[in-house]
């Protein structure tokens, strides 16, 4: 066989392959593209005429009067507001409990450096478990309150040793010169190191807001008789357990009398887009953030 | 002796002293970390002090010189239940699944990816991939749940339209499908985002390498074979041994979030267990046996799995 033809038989191998790797990934792609698709479009579809099914992508009758029926009731009104409240709060405190620890860890000169380090580490493999978590919360008095959403996650080791990494690499000559100007400590993290660590921290930030937004699990465990304290998620899980299949303890909510105008399934889908909608809006846009922060605690952590 | 003991303490005063001195020199730092160091006393250190619970008969609202001391009581209760064998085979099943799945797709996709030369149409596919990891539990058992539906769900009309059913199958209902939707939903959800650390590791790696393949007329498997799985090999191996060490503590959302009383058998796992038969009956100090059983398993787990890592490549994760 001469290289000519060992060249060709392997580029036509290539070939096959190259086929193959595209049809695998569009494949993929649809997979995951399409329940939320579907999802859409059977929100934006009449009820009655989404049971006799067949709706794929788009809607086969179009109308919006799900959405005026969710939007009707006061529980989603008020688990809207909570949810943007608390992943605001939360982010916020996340990023500055992070990044204060964050920069005093990455002073090399820092005494307890090493203690706090390892004291952090271990919280990541350590954990008292729910019980124990929930008697605390309990004494704290801090069932039925806003502040169980934000507090007792304030610190996470993760967020902090991503956040150190970044520091590391920002030339310590700069904080020198400032220190010989006179600034304080608190004034180098504030003036100098923090709007270079920008990068990390909107890495940091997109997870803090993503998990804020995405809890409910302290809702249903802390606030779940609180009305005024429920959140978005927290309601899409009422309603989605509400079915004869689920669970059954929230069969008889205020969401499934509002419904009787439109189909439970018809109301479920819309919930699912109104949770769904902001993380999707806000998304593209910070991808290249994480992928970076990703990368720098895969390298490190 | 004494030659070697007077040197020794005439170092040991300036270094006390110093050890003032750069304490104050650190003032803000102590100040600055303080609060949060602090902080992680209250909500992750001190409720390991609550597993002395496990060993007493605990009763909320007494102090605890009043509670009532059992020794290993409700260990034995545990270790005798039933449900415990059950919910313990529930956890370690969905645990390995998701582990093998969880481990081999996303380095298969994360290969198929860098495979891919249309640039445009690589990103896209990407941030694709990445989409469903930011999507809640909720939202995703939601979909799920609709995407299987005996009624109009879009799994069964496709069997049906295939002609492969002809009636539509109740995954949900049916006990033996539970392990494996979980699996899938897990799959669906993170394989995206899992190709991330991969894929980097993938960049790491030199062209002239694939060059001189190219050169000696490797095929584009050949060169996947013998350079991108040889050079993405200690990742893989560090995230296997990771995902080792988080065998027992998979979490419940899942679980919780997909699973009903028709397939309770089937979808119970360890942190469930302890919050149905612990928190919601009461009965704390059973529930924090139940915790500290998988806390402590947990943690031989992964020191076994760091041990077994460092034999391998002589490095520590920890």
Known sequence: ?301 | MKAVAAPLTNKEKPRKSRFWTTFIRNKYLYMMSLPFVIWVFIFSYYPLWGWTMAFQKYKPGKSFGEQKWVGLEHFRYLFNDDTFYLVLRNTLAMSFMGIIAGFAIPIIFAIMLNEIRHMAFKRFAQTVSYLPHFVSWVVVAGIVTKLLSAENGAVNEFLMWLGIISEPIQFMAKGEWFWGIVTVSDVWKETGWNTIIYLAAIAGIGPELYEAAKVDGASRLRQIWHITLPGIRTTIIILLIMSIGHLISIGFEKQFLLGNNLVGDYSKVLDLYSLEYGLQMSRYSFGTAINMFNSVVSLILLFSANGLFKKFTKESIM
């Open chain 1, 1 to 301: 066989m001469t290289t000519n033809q060992m060249l060709n038989r392997s580029s036509k191998s290539d070939k096959i392959f190259n086929v193959a790797v595209y049809v695998f990934v569009i494949l993929a792609t649809i997979a995951t593209l399409y329940p939320f698709l579907n999802v859409l479009a059977l929100s934006l579809n009449d009820s009655t005429d989404s049971v006799r099914g067949g709706i794929t992508i788009f809607p086969r009758h179009f109308t919006l009067k799900n959405y005026d029926v969710i939007f009707s009731f006061s529980g989603l009104i008020t688990g809207f507001k909570i949810s943007i409240l608390r992943t605001i709060v939360g982010t916020v405190l996340g990023l500055i409990s992070a990044s204060m620890l964050a920069y005093t860890l990455s002073r090399p000169d820092f005494q307890a450096r090493r203690f706090v380090s390892v004291y952090l580490a271990l919280t990541m493999y350590i954990s008292g478990g729910l019980i124990p978590v929930y008697l605390l919360i309990k004494d704290l008095h801090m069932m039925n309150t806003f502040a169980v959403y934000v507090l007792p996650g304030l610190v996470s080791a993760f967020n902090v040793f991503i956040i150190r990494s970044f520091m590391d690499g920002i030339p310590y000559a700069l904080q020198e010169s400032a220190k010989l100007d006179g600034a304080n400590d608190f004034t180098i993290y504030w003036r100098v190191v923090l709007p270079m660590t920008k990068p990390a921290l909107a890495t940091i930030a997109l997870f803090l807001a993503v998990t804020q937004w995405n809890s409910w699990f302290d809702t249903y465990l802390y606030n779940g008789s609180n009305e005024s304290l429920t959140t978005l998620q927290f309601e899409l899980m009422k309603v989605l357990q509400s079915t004869t299949s689920g669970n059954g303890d929230y069969r008889n909510t205020n969401m499934t009398q509002v419904m009787s105008s439109v189909s439970p399934e018809s109301v479920k889908m819309a919930i699912t887009i109104v949770v769904t909608l902001p993380i999707l809006l806000v998304y593209p846009f910070l991808q290249r953030y994480f992928v970076k922060g990703m990368t720098l605690g895969a390298v490190k952590g």
